[in-house]
């Protein structure tokens, strides 16, 4: 087929519209960014984290992509992102088994920086003038200083608990309104140094 999107992408008329307006639906964009961050050697460039991730061939067609979104919890929520990352750590595969629909809130707790990151772990930095290894946690879009540590592992002991224990609190805060496994992925979450 001459009109792939991203070699695999089927976007065939149907029961979901892919535009309205002139501009592409929320859904219809989700779906093609999610192709986009598959197939796109572009993209690869300038965010490497998505090389070797690919879409389930359930996922191809935009309509069948619909059917699953219009039964996920959050499909209501204007504020729906598609997540693979929570469910299955590690995760390289967008699929109906393999993601949820999440709230920003929750998934920008998944969000990470590896590119400004730097060499040290996930909430490490090194603080020239204390010499002393700083953690931080960042909590709905604040980045909350932990102390200054003597060594890399008690600095990213600290940020692991306050994460985690971050965590737990906002699925606490959205049970109500989250996919269940979204939920016990949440409360069950493990930060590791190599994150």
Avoid at 28 to 50: A, T
Avoid at 140 to 145: M, N, T
Avoid at 167 to 175: G, L, S, T, V
Wanted: with cysteine; glycine share 8%.
């Amino acid at each position: 087929m001459s009109n792939l999107i991203y070699g695999v992408g089927i976007s065939t008329k149907g029961k979901y519209k892919r535009s309205q307006d002139g501009k592409g639906t929320k859904w219809y964009k989700m779906w093609c960014g999610m192709l986009e961050r598959c197939y796109c050697p572009v993209r690869h460039i300038s965010d490497p984290s998505y090389k070797g991730c690919s879409v389930d061939p359930r996922f191809h067609r935009f309509q069948d992509f619909m059917e699953w979104v219009v039964i996920q919890i959050g499909f209501l929520d204007c504020d729906s992102h598609l997540d693979k990352d929570l469910l299955f750590k590690g995760n390289k595969i967008y699929g109906p088994d393999t993601c949820v629909l999440l709230n920003f809130d929750l998934n920008m707790l998944l969000t990470k920086r590896n590119a400004s990151r730097g060499k040290y772990p996930i909430g490490v930095t090194f603080h020239k003038a204390s010499n002393k290894f700083r953690a931080r946690v960042r909590k709905e879009g604040v980045d909350v200083h932990l102390g200054g540590f003597m060594d890399i592992e008690s600095a990213f002991k600290a940020h692991k608990e306050a994460k985690e224990s971050h965590m737990k609190d906002m699925a606490a805060k959205y049970k109500d309104v989250i996919d269940p496994r979204a939920y016990f992925a949440l409360m069950n979450y493990t930060v590791s140094i190599t994150d």
